[in-house]
């Protein structure tokens, strides 16, 4: 089975600086990777997938992510955080190979303080 | 085009109660999951239906069951439930062969077991 670990619990960070949520998997094999976005009382929205092809992602938002498969990470960015963006976020896995579920991270929650 | 939903947002039960939660896929996904997200915890993966039969099942007792109907949608159903059951319920839907790379989730049952 596959394992998500998310480095940091949680993350405040002023408004207009830049973030990085950091995020490692378990497996070395080729895998699917996604970064959700879970705002209060609400579902998980997703913010941008790696399959294959270019390491770096960009998704909505102005998030981006980069895939590094020799150190199994794959941590979200974005250059200037806005107000908007506190919310809880979590990074998934899913083994195309074997999996029709999603391993999910425990979380990070992002505290944007104006 | 409707999104997932869910129904109900809100539910409280008695230990040893039994309860259904319901799922209404986005149009033309005719794979849904369900996952349960524990209080502070990442979701985590309880099963999958595909054509109204189940297609991968997590580490989750048979006292949790599913059905989907010709329509796609969902149930889940728990039985004598218990306090740690208390969580968060997503149910995903996805397009038929995309089920590995794309997924969209409900906006979640809050399920509070006193």
């Known amino acids: 089975a596959q394992s998500v670990t998310q480095l940091d619990s949680q993350v405040p960070v002023f408004e207009e600086a830049p973030v990085e949520l950091r995020c490692n998997y378990s497996?070395?094999?080729?895998?699917?990777l996604f970064w959700y976005v879970q705002y209060p009382n609400q579902g998980l929205q997703l913010l941008l997938k790696y399959l294959s092809g270019s390491t770096l992602v960009k998704g909505i938002n102005g998030f981006e992510a980069e895939f590094n498969k020799s150190q199994t990470s794959f941590h979200l960015r974005k250059p200037s955080v806005h107000i908007s963006d506190t919310a809880e976020y979590f990074c998934?896995?899913?083994?195309?190979?074997?999996?029709?579920?999603?391993?999910f991270g425990t979380g990070t929650s992002l505290t944007v303080i104006p | 085009e409707t999104g997932v939903t869910q129904s109900p947002t809100h539910l409280i039960k008695t230990r040893g109660q039994q309860v259904t939660l319901r799922c209404s896929s986005q149009s033309g996904h005719n794979t849904v999951s369900w996952y349960q997200q524990a209080l502070g915890q990442g979701p985590q993966f309880i099963f999958q239906y595909y054509r109204e039969e189940e297609n991968g099942r997590g580490n989750f007792p048979p006292r949790f069951s599913g059905l989907q109907f010709p329509n796609y949608s969902s149930e889940l159903n728990v039985n004598a439930l218990e306090l740690d059951d208390s969580a968060l319920y997503l149910c995903?839907?996805?397009?038929?062969?995309?089920?590995?790379?794309?997924?969209?989730f409900g906006q979640g049952t809050r399920l509070t077991v006193v």
């Open positions: 497996s070395s094999v080729s895998v699917y």
């Open positions: 995903a839907s996805s397009l038929p062969g995309t089920m590995n790379t794309e997924a969209f």
């Open positions: 998934a896995v899913r083994d195309p190979n074997t999996g029709n579920q999603f391993y």
